[in-house]
C-alpha cells in the first residue's frame, strides 16, 4: 500500500467497517512506519481491474505480529481473496521472525474467525468493549508460527503452523494497552 491507495482503501473501509472505520491519519500514520530499514510494518492492497479490492496490514514489534486490518470487497467474498491476503502478511510476519501472530476480531463476525481458523489462528481470550461505540467484544486469537530452520536466508515460507503449544483459556479477558482498534 502507498499513500496513493489510501483514497481507495478509505473507501472500502468506511463500506466494510461503518461503524469504526480507521480515518485517512491512522493509515498515513502506518504507512509511515513500513518503509525504510526500521520498519515495523507492511501493509498491502490486492488489485483487480485497476480497482483496489482488498487490502491488509501486519504490526511487528518484538517478535510478535499483528494483524492490524485485512478486508476485501463485498463482490470479492469466498473468491479466495481474504486467504491471499492473510497468506501474504504471514509471509511478511516469516520475514519480521515473528514467533507468533496476534489478532482481534469482533465476537460477531463469524465469516473472518473461519478464515482465521482454517490458517490455524486459535482464540486465547476476549477484550470487552474493544469496538466502540457499540461496545462490541474482540476475540483475541493466536498463530504461533513454526520455528524457521537455522539459516541465514530469510524464509519465504508462509507456511502456518498447527502449534503444540497450548493455548491459554479461550475465556480469558486479555489485557494491555493498544493502538488503533484493529481490523484484524
Ligand atoms: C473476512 C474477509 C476478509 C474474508 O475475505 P474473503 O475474500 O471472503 O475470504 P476467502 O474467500 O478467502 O474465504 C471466505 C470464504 O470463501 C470460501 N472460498 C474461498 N475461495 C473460494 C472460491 N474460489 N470459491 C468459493 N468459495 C471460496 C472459503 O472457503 C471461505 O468460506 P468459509 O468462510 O465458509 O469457510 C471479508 O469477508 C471481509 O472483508 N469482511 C469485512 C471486513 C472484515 O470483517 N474484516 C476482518 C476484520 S477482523
New binding site residues.
Given amino acids: 500500500m502507498r499513500w496513493w491507495d489510501i483514497e481507495p482503501v478509505l473507501a472500502l473501509e468506511r463500506e466494510?467497517?461503518p461503524e469504526d472505520a480507521w480515518s485517512a491519519g491512522m493509515f498515513w500514520s502506518e504507512l509511515a512506519h513500513a518503509r525504510g530499514a526500521g520498519a515495523t510494518r507492511r501493509y498491502l492492497v490486492a488489485e483487480r481491474d485497476g480497482r483496489v479490492v482488498?487490502y491488509g496490514g501486519l504490526c511487528a514489534i518484538d517478535a510478535t505480529g499483528d494483524i492490524q486490518?485485512?478486508?476485501?470487497a463485498r463482490d470479492?467474498?469466498?473468491?479466495?481473496?481474504?486467504?491471499?491476503?492473510l497468506t501474504e502478511l504471514l509471509s511478511a510476519a516469516t520475514a519480521f521472525e515473528c514467533r507468533e501472530v496476534l489478532?482481534?476480531?469482533?465476537v460477531d463476525?463469524l465469516?473472518?474467525q473461519?478464515?482465521y481458523e482454517?490458517f490455524g489462528f486459535e482464540p486465547i481470550g476476549f477484550r470487552r468493549g474493544y469496538y466502540q461505540p457499540g461496545n462490541v467484544d474482540a476475540l483475541v486469537m493466536r498463530l504461533v508460527m513454526r520455528p524457521t530452520t537455522e539459516s541465514a536466508e530469510p524464509s519465504a515460507s508462509a507456511e502456518p503452523s498447527a502449534s503444540a503449544e497450548p493455548s491459554a483459556s479461550p475465556a480469558s479477558p486479555v489485557h494491555g494497552t493498544q493502538g488503533n482498534p484493529t481490523?484484524?
Avoid: D, K, P
Wanted: charged residues 20%; without cysteine; proline residues 0%.
Fill in positions: 466494510l467497517f482488498g486490518t485485512i478486508a476485501t470479492q467474498w469466498g473468491t479466495g481473496l481474504g486467504a491471499r491476503l489478532l482481534e476480531v469482533r463476525n465469516r473472518a473461519r478464515l482454517r481490523h484484524g
